[in-house]
């Protein structure tokens, strides 16, 4: 869908370019401090719009936004994609792979994956999955694939 703005017809995708530079360029944006502030970068090419839109084209849909792979590295065509708020925040610095401190992910037949990503996989409500394991003292496995009775 494209829009006006300023008597030019813009698409959604010059909002994400123009939102990325604002807040790894501009020391007055309000979240300058998580981005250029911490050192994230955006690759020369994409000072220009159309080569950032030759690299990512467009959105998969309105639930898409951009995504840095590595969230240390910065804005470039290998590091970046369209991914969706769920993919997002299993991406985030903040995010803890299991949901405790220190663990680097819950280990079913040799996969890794986060406790979110598990419950997304076998159909569980996390809460559940986070009450069978602190209350039942069951182990990851069991609290994904064996109900409660």
């Not at 123009?18 to 300058?32: G, I, P, S, V």
């Not at 401090?33 to 050192?39: D, I, K, L, M």
């Not at 680097?104 to 009450?131: A, H």
Request: aromatic residues 12%; hydrophobic residues 25%.
């Amino acid at each position: 869908m494209k829009r006006e703005h300023h008597g030019k017809t813009h698409i959604p995708e010059y909002a994400v370019w123009c939102h990325m530079r604002q807040r790894c360029l501009n020391k007055n944006d309000a979240a300058y401090h998580n981005y250029g502030g911490r050192g994230i970068s955006i690759c020369e090419s994409w000072s220009k719009f159309s080569n950032f839109f030759s690299d990512m084209g467009r959105r998969p849909s309105d639930q898409h936004s951009i995504d840095r792979k590595d969230n240390d590295g910065g804005y470039c065509p290998d590091n970046c994609r369209w991914a969706t708020r769920l993919e997002q925040s299993q991406n985030r610095r903040k995010f803890r792979i299991s949901g405790s401190r220190g663990s680097r992910g819950v280990v079913i037949n040799g996969e890794t994956k986060s406790i979110t990503q598990w419950c997304v996989f076998y159909g569980v409500p996390r809460t559940s999955v986070l009450r069978r394991v602190h209350q039942f003292g069951w182990d990851y496995h069991r609290a994904l694939t064996q109900r409660a009775d």
